[in-house]
């Protein structure tokens, strides 16, 4: 069983979990990364690391399809938002050559990747979300509220409006801005597992306590069956979701749960339902082996909390420098030896 994560920059601990997976599976193959820089740290820790160009490209799925042949990958996990719709439009092409791409259909990234319709989707299901603005629609009362980029993820151009000399403003300095209600409560993140046919089998609620570019640095696994409830609803009632799903959502000083968004792929949070015992990783082996994992969909630890601090991987200045420099580089990363590779 070969895997290929892609675009996978800092995501140490999620490969990490693979790897411990395979090893408790007696699963035996290699894990093989790419990425657009050669210093993206978790490529240190994969058996070979591919350069590839950027998304936009318009090679990018020819290489992508050309390092799936040369390394026999048998499963491809997307880590960003900005290539979800883009695999899931040439998911047959993979398919041909023998690999799963582990991507919900268009349909459901075509929903998560704009803010706009991804509150409309909520809608339609009957779920409370946040009231989307007109410009125009904003009055002195609705103050404060949030401006952002209508596709967008990591927090990243996420503003807190609180008058209308900052509502003009920002609604024209960022690119494609929603104006959105501000929401206050207890904001969580929820993993969610959902095999092939679109069924939840896993549902892990973990608090967001504090948060650092937009990922949680601090958080909290919380069984809630409110929150349980809700996701697997949101999740069961997208077109064709399919494997780790990320919804987030703020619980009220009621109980009312407000849905914010989705991301359909591992959230950047994602370790800390890994080590309260929700072993995405192994169940995925499993579904592809044709097997159903035999879990309940709380089976895992409440109340473990997560404090993320800050490490770092150390290796010869050449391992991380331009691609035009050399074209295959060994390096060694605590006492293993992997293969980095780059084309001229």
């Known amino acids: ?87 899931s439009l040439h998911e047959q092409r993979f398919r041909d050559l023998g690999v799963t791409v582990l991507i919900s259909s268009a349909a459901v990234n075509d929903i998560c990747y704009s803010k706009k319709k991804t509150g409309l989707f909520f809608q339609t299901i009957g779920v409370k979300t946040p009231k989307i603005y007109q410009l ?23 503003y807190q409006i609180k008058n209308r000399t900052e509502l003009n403003f920002f609604a024209s300095y960022v690119e494609d801005s929603i104006i959105q209600e501000l929401i ?35 958080g909290t696994t919380v069984k809630n069956p409110a929150l349980i409830a809700a996701a697997k609803y949101i999740v069961e009632s997208l077109p064709g979701a ?13 109980g009312e749960i407000v849905s914010i968004e989705i991301n359909p792929r591992f959230g950047g949070g994602y370790p800390l339902a890994y080590r309260a015992g929700a072993d995405f ?40 420098g331009s691609a035009s420099q050399f074209d295959l580089q060994d390096v060694a990363v605590g006492g293993r030896r992997r293969t980095l590779v780059a084309r001229t």
Request: one cysteine or more.
């Open 1 to 87: 069983m070969n895997i290929l994560l892609t675009s996978v920059g800092r995501r140490v601990e999620l490969l990490k979990a693979f790897r411990e997976s395979m090893y408790r599976a007696k699963i035996t193959g290699k894990i093989i990364t790419t990425d657009l820089k050669r210093s993206a740290p978790a490529s240190f820790l994969a058996d070979t690391a591919e350069l590839v160009p950027r998304i936009d490209d318009p090679d990018y799925i020819d290489q992508l399809l050309d390092i799936c042949d040369r390394h026999q990958i048998d499963l491809l996990i997307p880590l960003i938002d900005t290539e979800l719709h883009l695999l």
């Open 281 to 320: 990783p192994f169940w995925l082996l499993q579904l592809l082996a044709g097997k159903q994992p035999q879990v309940e969909i709380d089976e895992w630890e409440d109340g473990l909390s997560m404090l993320r601090y800050d490490d770092a991987i150390f290796v010869k200045a050449e391992a991380t």
């Open 242 to 254: 399919i494997g780790c799903i990320t919804f987030q959502c703020f619980l009220q000083s009621d």
């Open 184 to 218: 206050s409560g207890q904001e969580y993140t929820i993993d969610i597992l959902v095999n092939f046919q679109g069924k939840a089998i896993s549902i892990v609620p973990r608090s967001r306590l504090e948060t650092r570019a937009g990922e949680t640095s601090k």
């Open 136 to 158: 125009d629609q904003v009055e002195d009362r609705d103050f404060p509220v949030i401006v952002k980029p209508n596709q967008g993820s990591s927090s990243v151009g996420v």
